[in-house]
Nanobody
Framework: VQLVESGGGLVQPGGSLRLSCQVS????????MAWFRQSPGNEREGIAG???????RYSESVEGRFTYSQSNAESALYLQMTDLKPEDTAMYFC?????????????????????WGQGTQVTVSS
């Protein structure tokens, strides 16, 4: 499976962006998916993980501002980001792991995923 992120850019504080992750090479429904981000000098941080395609686990840093969604028909997942803050500036990645257990926990631990996209840069600045 291959993952390609898009939609990043420069946005002012308080603004919004919608990131996309296009999945190819295998059906999206076979994988557990999540969004991560990483800023220079910091660890890669899990911010949104799908729980059995019905709900989402969010990190405290983005809860209430970011919304995860996915479309198996479009083979894509999305991250709607609102009320963006300068501290949201980072490279954003989607990640996947094959769903061999028949359920997705919404894990936000990077070690639980083994397929990564190349990332898309989000910069929040006035």
């Amino acid at each position: 499976v291959q993952l390609v992120e898009s939609g990043g850019g420069l946005v002012q504080p308080g603004g919004s962006l919608r990131l996309s992750c296009q999945v190819s090479g295998a059906p999206l429904g076979r994988y557990c998916m999540a969004w991560f981000r990483q800023s220079p000098g910091n660890e890669r941080e899990g911010i949104a993980g799908a729980i059995n395609y019905r709900s989402t686990r969010y990190s405290e840093s983005v809860e209430g501002r970011f919304t995860y969604s996915q479309s198996n028909a479009e083979s894509a997942l999305y991250l709607q980001m609102t009320d963006l803050k300068p501290e949201d500036t980072a490279m954003y990645f989607c990640a996947a792991v094959e769903n061999i257990r028949g359920s997705c926990s919404g894990s936000l631990r990077k070690y639980d995923y083994d397929v990564w996209g190349q990332g898309t840069q989000v910069t929040v600045s006035s």
